[in-house]
């Protein structure tokens, strides 16, 4: 990053491909429309606020999502988020991509939940070639990760941006977001997850444990997805030790590993982002969707038929989103169960006389 990386922020063709990259999809909300009403002003507004220092964060609007967790969510005003674009397009990404390790999978270009478990059936095939089905994994899981980012670690991390404004600028976004207080160290922690910033300070804030792992451990196969890792290796022993690193690293970055993080054979399948993977005895790599994720899908077929009876979802609706999951299950071997599940998936509306009473019951809101 050069010293005048903040000069990106005033461009108005960076700000106006920013809009556009966060209008995208959203262009019937009106938090939108009220921003499109007056473009070119609110575009401005935004950069000169850049130039005399003044931009602030407008706070965040809190919801929960339940599928396929509960998790809370924070997320930006429209005006925020046009910041947050531009800031991550032309200035975090270029100096991030750079400083991270191949295999920190998440959120980059080029990258995602696709590449990493390609790379996990890459390391499976060849550890298979020198060591047969003999061999274990480690699988590590941070507990609570976004809620437990130090925000002091995390700005001393960040010290190294040569940038003093964009450094000025990330030190505030951070500020910006309350968290919760530690209540050992007095300090703030977390990052809230509706932020683009957050996801490329969460990809760098476990740098110094990949870079443990690839480079004093010397774990080859080795493949990070936000704060799941998973490695692969001859020996027990040796993860053993290797573990016991990562702890005290973890440690250092007030971090701990849940209960998902463990030592396992090989032969007996790990699960990794929705799949099961197994190394068979001829070395062929299997892929099976999770069984938790087999039984929300079956719950989510069974809904959709509730819906679809009731007057709640169109067949439209229905198709693109069965369309959608059906795409993440072309990446393991489901077409068995595909096959069972998706030949019990009726559509039926219900009687006239029964749409009337759930209409009744309901207001005549079942649209």
């Given at each position: 990053?050069?010293?005048n990386?903040?000069?990106?922020?005033l461009?108005?063709?960076?700000?106006?491909?920013?809009?556009?990259?966060?209008?995208?999809?959203?262009?019937?909300?009106?938090?939108?429309?009220?921003?499109?009403?007056?473009?070119?002003?609110?575009?401005?507004?935004?950069?000169?606020?850049?130039?005399?220092?003044?931009?602030?964060?407008?706070?965040?609007?809190?919801?929960?999502?339940?599928?396929?967790?509960?998790?809370?969510?924070?997320?930006?005003?429209f005006?925020?988020?046009?910041?947050?674009?531009?800031?991550?397009?032309?200035?975090?990404?270029?100096?991030?991509?750079n400083?991270?390790?191949?295999?920190?999978?998440a959120?980059?270009?080029?990258?995602?939940?696709d590449?990493?478990?390609?790379?996990?059936?890459?390391?499976?095939?060849?550890?298979?070639?020198?060591?047969?089905?003999?061999?274990?994994?480690?699988?590590?899981?941070?507990?609570?990760?976004?809620?437990?980012?130090?925000?002091?670690?995390?700005?001393?991390?960040?010290?190294?941006?040569?940038?003093?404004?964009?450094?000025?600028?990330?030190?505030?976004?951070?500020?910006?977001?309350?968290?919760?207080t530690?209540?050992?160290?007095?300090?703030?922690?977390?990052?809230?997850?509706g932020?683009?910033?957050?996801?490329?300070?969460?990809?760098?804030?476990l740098?110094?444990?990949?870079?443990?792992?690839?480079?004093?451990?010397?774990?080859?196969?080795?493949?990070?997805?936000?704060?799941?890792?998973?490695?692969?290796?001859?020996s027990?022993?040796?993860?053993?030790?290797?573990?016991?690193?990562?702890?005290?690293?973890?440690?250092?970055?007030?971090?701990?590993?849940?209960?998902?993080?463990?030592?396992?054979?090989?032969?007996?399948?790990?699960?990794?982002?929705?799949?099961?993977?197994?190394?068979?005895?001829?070395?062929?790599?299997?892929?099976?969707?999770?069984?938790?994720?087999?039984?929300?899908?079956?719950?989510?077929?069974?809904?959709?038929?509730?819906?679809?009876?009731?007057?709640?979802?169109?067949?439209?609706?229905?198709?693109?989103?069965?369309?959608?999951?059906r795409?993440?299950?072309?990446?393991?071997?489901?077409?068995?169960?595909?096959?069972?599940?998706?030949?019990?998936?009726?559509?039926?509306?219900?009687?006239?006389?029964?749409?009337?009473?759930?209409?009744?019951?309901?207001?005549?809101?079942?649209?």
């Amino acid at each position: 990053m050069e010293e005048n990386a903040f000069d990106a922020m005033l461009d108005f063709q960076n700000m106006y491909r920013a809009y556009r990259r966060a209008a995208t999809g959203k262009r019937d909300k009106q938090e939108v429309i009220d921003f499109e009403l007056d473009l070119s002003r609110n575009l401005w507004e935004i950069i000169h606020q850049m130039e005399d220092k003044t931009y602030r964060v407008g706070g965040y609007h809190k919801f929960m999502i339940y599928d396929p967790k509960e998790r809370k969510i924070e997320a930006l005003s429209f005006r925020d988020r046009v910041v947050q674009h531009c800031l991550c397009d032309n200035i975090l990404k270029p100096y991030f991509e750079n400083r991270l390790v191949h295999d920190n999978a998440a959120c980059r270009e080029g990258k995602g939940t696709d590449f990493a478990r390609d790379r996990l059936t890459e390391f499976l095939r060849e550890h298979y070639k020198k060591h047969g089905t003999k061999g274990y994994i480690l699988k590590y899981d941070i507990r609570h990760y976004f809620d437990s980012i130090d925000h002091e670690i995390l700005k001393w991390m960040l010290r190294s941006i040569p940038d003093k404004n964009v450094l000025g600028l990330l030190y505030h976004i951070i500020k910006s977001y309350d968290g919760t207080t530690d209540p050992v160290t007095g300090r703030k922690k977390g990052l809230p997850l509706g932020n683009q910033t957050s996801q490329w300070f969460a990809l760098y804030y476990l740098d110094p444990m990949d870079r443990l792992i690839k480079e004093k451990m010397r774990i080859k196969h080795y493949v990070r997805y936000m704060d799941d890792g998973i490695m692969v290796h001859e020996s027990k022993e040796y993860l053993k030790e290797v573990l016991t690193q990562m702890r005290k690293k973890a440690k250092e970055l007030h971090l701990e590993f849940n209960e998902k993080t463990q030592i396992l054979p090989i032969s007996e399948g790990v699960d990794f982002l929705g799949f099961r993977f197994y190394l068979t005895d001829t070395g062929k790599v299997i892929r099976r969707l999770r069984t938790s994720n087999k039984r929300r899908w079956k719950r989510r077929l069974k809904k959709y038929k509730e819906d679809y009876r009731a007057g709640n979802k169109s067949l439209k609706d229905i198709t693109r989103s069965v369309a959608s999951y059906r795409g993440h299950l072309a990446h393991g071997h489901t077409y068995k169960l595909q096959k069972k599940v998706m030949g019990s998936f009726v559509l039926t509306h219900a009687p006239k006389n029964e749409v009337m009473a759930y209409e009744k019951e309901n207001g005549n809101n079942s649209g």
